[in-house]
């Protein structure tokens, strides 16, 4: 377990936003997708994810239904607004900006 | 698009919050079975899986609150959690609950229904189009005071100045009137106006037109324009009412327009007016009283005019010296009279804006308005601090409560928050009490019957600041103790209440408070007691003659189309039927009753051959008769008899006071006097009698006996209007008796007014007695407000030293002496607060005797109040309010007294 890394504050909004776009998904199978995706490198903390989801939803850019889950039960399905739709693009050049950044430093000293 | 959602989302949050947190709880509980499931997948069992799906997801409850936060409806359930609290809290202390609410409401509606009626007659203004350019013009008395009248011949000298005034117009002072609508006679309110009106003042009638000045000729058939309130209460609002023919005082009147919804009247003193008669209709319709005579005082005019566009006040200023100093040169003899109403060469230009009623007549007037702005506040400012009060003690008895909470993890803005919302609640609810309460006090004042009708409606203004000031009272006093209480010592308070020492510190909010009460009460009553002051002299005033067994009947002939010498006929006739009624001793017929009568303008011939001065007094038309049945005695000559008739020499009765006044002895047979206005109408004076008390026509309440003088009906241009009889029984079943007989005279007869004389005494007196009974319920209240304070916070100081007289009680302590120890603390503060408040009630005497120096200039039913000390009143005012506090401070005290010291030992 410790070569899984907590997801860094402020871009597991980011991640949500880029998990939910291909699909409408509830809260654990968005936890799921992430630390697969990342080949389990990426470990969701449960008690960020809710509040995100609640924050994104708030801040308009998700918006929630109740839907049938894979086992059949009741799930809350987030999925991406328009205003989220643009808001991930805006996010992953954000990101992409950042980590690059953080590259060349790494890099050259 | 994503505003729709945001709102939408947060609509959601606050309105289903319950959905919300099941939807949250299942959203969770699903995780964790997913979860589960998968470890269950990885070969862990059930139990183990569950475990670890609860280690991984760590704090359930504190992800949700997290979520919550993360919606930004924190602050807000929080908010609900705590009003459902508060609310819960308030329901089970429903006694703290009921008295904070009772005074609140008592405070916000009393005071919003009494100032409203306060308000329509004394602060409304109305909106003129450029009201900058309006002056209002005054000829000066011989002083160079403006003065109230300005004669109808100066008006029209006024009006050739057109190359200063664009318009110039001339209204005259209310006069009481009546009409017959409908087949009823009713009162009325009419004013006497030029054409010029309604244009000079930049304002269109509501419906039809103004009258012109055709119509303003004298001999031109009447028209009136009808005010606007009495179209709509009076005629519901019919507009076929213009054109049509109504009896003003008898005669034919066409109505031809209604005047605008937003103008009342002239003088704008809450008495709406209700008709507009051309100046030229006067004589036409108050028989006697020529127009053109300076020196009238019936139909006082105020001018005002319409400056030029490029004109300035000093302009229109000297302008009008240059008119003055005309008038004189031309006119020396008008200007030579002496007295009251004398008037003088000058003329005084003001800026209509810069006058509310009369140059005059500001000074006192903002002086009553003040006492009452006064009076209203303070009876706020008690309820405020008694809620104060109230709070501040609750908020002393909840430290415990506090503590625990501070103990149990609670912040303190959290508890800051807490107990605010809760005092919030509080006050909200008293202004909700408040708003039924005044509205239901508008009803009830609606319901009294006024001689003059008043535009009441709640005033929205007063009652949205007396609810803002109690929600501030509720906040301030709310918090204070709040953060008070939330310093407290965690470990005394928790450890016993008992061991708290006893706070002997005597500069405390709390007594501050109490002292304050007292004072502010003191004042109040000091208030209040000139107003029933002034309603006692004008009882006293109008009592000195006999009333009890008198009846009256009014009614004019006029309405019934009858000629004059027809009319008199018929009076003699209806005369002789009621005085042939079984038990009647005597009747008479007159016009005008010693409670309503008029002021008139006379010249005294000093005796000297010099020209008299013009003086002012009460005059009633009456017969031979009327002193016997009125029963007031005669003091020197004789009273009217066979001798006067219509072609014999005039005659008159003067009081007592008239001939000390004016003749300068009680025995002033044989002087005489005359008619301002008809310089052909000598008068002997053939008789004294004793004063009797008069209507307040010159309103000087606090000098309630005017000269007056009776002359004979048979020798008076004007009709009799009244009779009056006296029985040896009761009044009642007489005046029943003497409307049979007039019906039995002429059907067609309309009855005015049908009373017995006790009566007609009560409803003159509405006035005073209304307001005395206003500001005297105000004064109650305030005080029963401080005693509730007091009683309060004694019981409170009661209660936390319960278990101090257990021990003193179990230790021999008679329960005189507990008492005594309970109560000489509050005396104390009751005596400070006494003594504070006579010093207050003192200066404010002072200031208003200060401002109501140049009172006494008899503008209509502006009653003009000069206090005079009283130090039997005050000092009985300074008993009272010790008297009440102590005794509200007594009750606790005894229930301490009577307690079983076991109880008190173990009273927690």
């Given amino acids: 377990m410790s070569d899984q890394t907590d997801v860094l504050q402020?871009?597991?909004?980011?991640?949500?936003?880029?998990?939910?776009?291909?699909?409408?998904?509830?809260?654990?199978?968005?936890?799921?997708?992430?630390?697969?995706?990342?080949?389990?490198?990426?470990?969701?903390?449960?008690?960020?994810?809710?509040?995100?989801?609640?924050?994104?939803?708030?801040?308009?850019w998700i918006t929630a239904e109740w839907g049938a889950s894979e086992n059949n039960r009741r799930a809350r399905f987030y999925a991406l607004t328009k205003a989220g739709r643009k808001q991930v693009e805006a996010e992953v050049a954000k990101w992409e900006r950042l980590s690059a950044g953080v590259n060349l430093v790494l890099q050259r000293t | 698009m994503r505003t729709w959602h945001i709102l939408r989302s947060r609509l959601r949050s606050i309105f289903f919050r319950r959905s919300r947190e099941t939807d949250l709880r299942e959203e969770l509980q699903l995780h964790l079975d997913r979860e589960t499931e998968r470890l269950q997948a990885t070969g862990l069992s059930q139990g183990e899986a569950r475990l670890q799906a609860r280690r991984l997801f760590g704090g359930v409850e504190q992800i949700k609150e997290a979520s919550r936060d993360a919606r930004g409806t924190a602050g807000w359930d929080a908010l609900v959690r705590d009003a459902r609290q508060g609310i819960r809290r308030l329901v089970r202390d429903w006694r703290f609950t009921t008295a904070a609410i009772l005074i609140l409401g008592l405070a916000i509606g009393a005071n919003t229904a009494i100032f409203s009626v306060v308000n329509a007659v004394l602060f409304r203004n109305e909106a003129l189009a450029d009201p900058d350019r309006l002056v209002n013009i005054y000829q000066n008395d011989r002083a160079g005071r403006p003065l109230v009248v300005t004669s109808y011949s100066a008006y029209k000298e006024i009006a050739e100045y057109t190359d200063v005034f664009a318009a110039t117009m001339?209204?005259?002072?209310?006069?009481?009137?009546?009409?017959?609508?409908?087949?009823?006679?009713?009162?009325?309110?009419?004013?006497?106006?030029?054409?010029?009106?309604?244009?000079?003042?930049g304002l269109r009638?509501?419906?039809?037109?103004?009258?012109?000045?055709?119509?303003?000729?004298?001999?031109?058939?009447?028209?009136?324009?009808?005010?606007?309130?009495?179209?709509?209460?009076?005629?519901?609002?019919?507009?076929?009412?213009?054109?049509?023919?109504?009896?003003?005082?008898?005669?034919?009147?066409?109505?031809?327009?209604?005047?605008?919804?937003?103008?009342?009247?002239?003088?704008?003193?809450?008495?709406?007016?209700?008709?507009?008669?051309?100046?030229?209709?006067?004589?036409?319709?108050?028989?006697?009283?020529?127009?053109?005579?300076?020196?009238?005082?019936?139909?006082?005019?105020?001018?005002?005019?319409?400056?030029?566009?490029?004109?300035?006040?000093?302009?229109?200023?000297?302008?009008?010296?240059?008119?003055?100093?005309?008038?004189?040169?031309?006119?020396?003899?008008?200007?030579?009279?002496?007295?009251?109403?004398?008037?003088?060469?000058?003329?005084?230009?003001?800026?209509?804006?810069?006058?509310?009623?009369?140059?005059?007549a500001d000074g006192p007037f903002m002086v009553i308005a003040s006492l009452v702005l006064v009076i209203v506040g303070l009876v706020l400012a008690i309820a405020c601090s008694n809620l104060a009060t109230l709070l501040l003690v609750r908020g002393t008895a909840r430290a415990k409560e506090v503590s625990v909470r501070l103990a149990m993890g609670a912040t303190r803005r959290q508890l800051v928050r807490h107990l605010l919302i809760e005092s919030l609640l509080l006050s909200l609810a008293g202004g909700i009490a408040g708003c039924i309460l005044a509205w239901w006090g508008m009803r009830a004042l609606q319901g009294i019957d006024f001689p003059f009708r008043v535009d009441l409606t709640v005033d929205y203004r007063v009652l949205a600041f007396a609810i803002v000031l109690s929600q501030v009272t509720g906040a301030v006093f709310g918090l204070a103790p709040a953060l008070k209480a939330t310093r407290v010592d965690l470990l005394t308070t928790l450890r016993d209440e008992g061991l708290q020492p006893i706070d002997h510190r005597r500069l405390t909010l709390k007594n501050a408070l109490i002292v304050f009460q007292v004072a502010v009460s003191v004042l109040l009553l000091g208030g209040t007691s000139v107003f029933l002051q002034a309603a006692a002299a004008a009882r006293a005033q109008r009592v000195d003659y006999a009333v009890n067994g008198v009846a009256m009947l009014e009614t004019d002939l006029r309405f019934a189309g009858y000629s004059e010498p027809d009319a008199r006929r018929v009076f003699d006739e209806l005369l002789r039927r009621i005085a042939a009624i079984p038990g009647v001793q005597s009747a008479a017929l007159l016009r005008g009753l010693p409670m309503d009568v008029n002021g008139v303008a006379i010249v005294i011939d000093s005796g000297d051959g010099q020209k008299g001065s013009t003086l002012e007094a009460a005059a009633i038309a009456s017969a031979p008769g009327f002193f016997d049945t009125l029963r007031i005695p005669l003091l020197h000559g004789r009273v009217f008899d066979e001798r006067d008739r219509a072609d014999s020499p005039r005659v008159a009765v003067i009081s007592e006071r008239m001939a000390r006044q004016y003749f300068g002895a009680v025995n002033a047979i044989g002087r005489r006097f005359r008619s301002a206005n008809d310089p052909n109408s000598w008068t002997e004076v053939i008789g004294v009698v004793r004063n009797t008390g008069t209507g307040d026509f010159d309103d000087d309440v606090l000098d309630p006996i005017s000269p007056m003088f009776y002359t004979s009906y048979l020798q008076s241009v004007a009709l009799p209007t009244t009779v009056i009889a006296r029985t040896s029984g009761d009044a009642a079943p007489l005046v029943a008796a003497m409307q049979?007989?007039?019906?039995?005279?002429?059907?067609?007869?309309?009855?005015?007014?049908?009373?017995?004389?006790?009566?007609?005494?009560?409803?003159?007196?509405?006035?005073?007695?209304?307001?005395?009974?206003?500001?005297?319920?105000?004064?109650?209240?305030?005080?029963?407000?401080?005693?509730?304070?007091?009683?309060?916070?004694?019981?409170?100081?009661?209660?936390?030293?319960?278990?101090?007289?257990?021990?003193?009680?179990?230790?021999?302590?008679?329960?005189?002496?507990?008492?005594?120890?309970?109560?000489?603390?509050?005396?104390g503060l009751i005596g400070v607060g006494t003594g504070i408040g006579l010093v207050l009630t003192v200066l404010l005497m002072l200031v208003m005797r200060a401002g109501s120096g140049s009172a006494d200039i008899g503008i209509g039913s502006l009653s003009v109040y000069r206090p005079s000390f009283d130090p039997v009143a005050l000092l009985a005012i300074a008993a009272v309010t010790a008297v009440v506090g102590v005794a509200a401070a007594f009750v606790p005290g005894r229930r301490a007294a009577r307690m079983d010291p076991l109880v008190a030992l173990r009273h927690e």
């Fill in chain 2, 740 to 827: 049979r007989e007039l019906r039995a005279v002429d059907i067609t007869l309309p009855v005015m007014t049908a009373q017995t004389m006790a009566q007609k005494l009560e409803s003159s007196l509405a006035v005073p007695n209304a307001i005395a009974t206003l500001f005297g319920a105000l004064g109650g209240l305030g005080l029963v407000l401080a005693s509730i304070g007091l009683y309060a916070v004694v019981a409170f100081a009661v209660a936390r030293r319960s278990r101090e007289i257990g021990v003193r009680m179990a230790l021999g302590a008679r329960s005189q002496q507990v008492v005594w120890s309970i109560a000489r603390g509050v005396a």
């Fill in chain 1, 10 to 60: 402020g871009t597991l909004d980011l991640l949500i936003l880029r998990t939910i776009a291909l699909a409408p998904m509830h809260g654990w199978a968005i936890a799921q997708r992430i630390q697969q995706i990342s080949d389990d490198l990426l470990r969701v903390q449960q008690g960020s994810l809710y509040p995100a989801l609640h924050r994104l939803e708030h801040q308009g």
């Fill in chain 2, 205 to 360: 009638p509501a419906l039809g037109r103004w009258f012109d000045e055709t119509e303003e000729r004298p001999g031109a058939p009447l028209v009136a324009v009808l005010g606007y309130q009495a179209w709509t209460r009076r005629f519901r609002a019919d507009p076929s009412i213009v054109g049509r023919i109504i009896r003003i005082e008898g005669r034919p009147v066409t109505i031809v327009g209604i005047a605008p919804a937003s103008h009342r009247g002239t003088v704008d003193i809450g008495l709406g007016t209700d008709f507009w008669l051309p100046i030229t209709a006067v004589p036409a319709v108050f028989v006697n009283l020529p127009p053109g005579d300076p020196t009238t005082i019936h139909a006082p005019f105020l001018v005002k005019a319409r400056l030029r566009q490029s004109v300035t006040l000093a302009q229109a200023k000297a302008a009008m010296d240059v008119l003055a100093q005309r008038l004189a040169a031309e006119y020396p003899d008008q200007f030579r009279a002496e007295g009251e109403f004398a008037v003088g060469p000058g003329i005084t230009v003001v800026a209509s804006t810069d006058v509310r009623i009369h140059p005059q």
């Fill in chain 2, 170 to 201: 001339a209204g005259s002072m209310p006069n009481p009137a009546r009409y017959l609508y409908d087949g009823a006679v009713r009162d009325a309110v009419v004013e006497f106006a030029t054409a010029t009106y309604l244009d000079t003042l």
